[in-house]
């Protein structure tokens, strides 16, 4: 079992759709990255938690610290935001950033 | 302000030759963090420097090696490389070191054929 899990691992939506991914991690964690990548490789970091509530546009992050769990919201996706999603947990004992397995979204215009 | 550079873009080595591969960070930025990412294992964490020093390694043989200089830019190394070192090699730097927030280059796609 992986120390950080995402889900879904694909997801396509039409243009407008609220979107929810979904990180779980099962290790003792000082800060929660969200990631995004493009097509060609870039990483772009959208957000970095410890507690609470993010917002960028219309990304939002949130983190419940006490169940282990993040979770990544697009309000009114657009195609723009076609991109894998990769959330990782910064492990205070081990200093080391661990990935989730990613989440491929495509959104439809 | 300039985000981080990562040369070369891409790269072309032969089974059995080394490689050193460089990223450069963001001014002021004292961390460096290099990540191998492949279709069948996703991102994996290779080592962090800090202020020249190592302050982390992931598990990756010891062909995998790395260092820092003094103006922060850092290279990283695969000696005797192998089919399976094929990837896209990526480097973050951050402030400081200890989970701030991370600046990732558009990194190096290396092909070992």
């Known amino acids: 079992k992986n120390e950080v899990e995402q889900s879904p691992q694909n997801l396509t939506a039409q243009e407008g759709e609220f979107i929810t991914i979904n990180c779980s991690y099962s290790?003792?964690?000082?800060?929660l990255h969200w990631l995004q990548q493009h097509p060609g490789g870039g990483i772009v970091s959208l957000f970095m938690?410890?507690?609470g509530k993010k917002k960028h546009g219309r990304l939002i992050a949130t983190i419940n610290i006490q169940e282990k769990h993040s979770s990544l919201h697009i309000t009114a996706s657009h195609p723009r935001h076609s991109a894998v999603y990769i959330c990782?947990?910064?492990?205070?004992?081990?200093?080391?950033?661990?990935f989730g397995t990613g989440t491929l979204l495509a959104v439809q215009p | 302000k300039a985000g981080v550079t990562q040369t070369p873009r891409y790269l072309i080595k032969t089974r059995g030759q080394q490689v050193t591969l460089s990223c450069s960070p963001i001014?002021?930025?004292?961390?460096v963090s290099w990540y191998q990412q492949t279709p069948g294992q996703g991102l994996q964490f290779l080592f962090e420097?800090?202020?020249?020093?190592?302050?982390n390694k992931g598990n990756f043989p010891g062909r995998f090696s790395g260092r820092q200089f003094s103006n922060s830019r850092s290279e990283m190394n695969v000696s005797t490389l192998e089919l399976g070192d094929s990837a896209l090699y990526l480097c973050?730097?951050?402030?400081?070191?200890?989970?701030?927030?991370?600046?990732f280059g558009q990194g190096t796609r290396l092909t070992v054929v």
């Open positions: 290790v003792g964690i000082s800060a």
């Open positions: 990782a947990g910064y492990g205070g004992a081990t200093n080391k950033l661990i």
């Open positions: 938690l410890s507690s």
């Open positions: 420097y800090f202020s020249e020093t190592q302050r």
């Open positions: 973050a730097s951050s402030f400081t070191s200890g989970g701030t927030e991370a600046f």
């Open positions: 001014s002021g930025h004292r961390s």
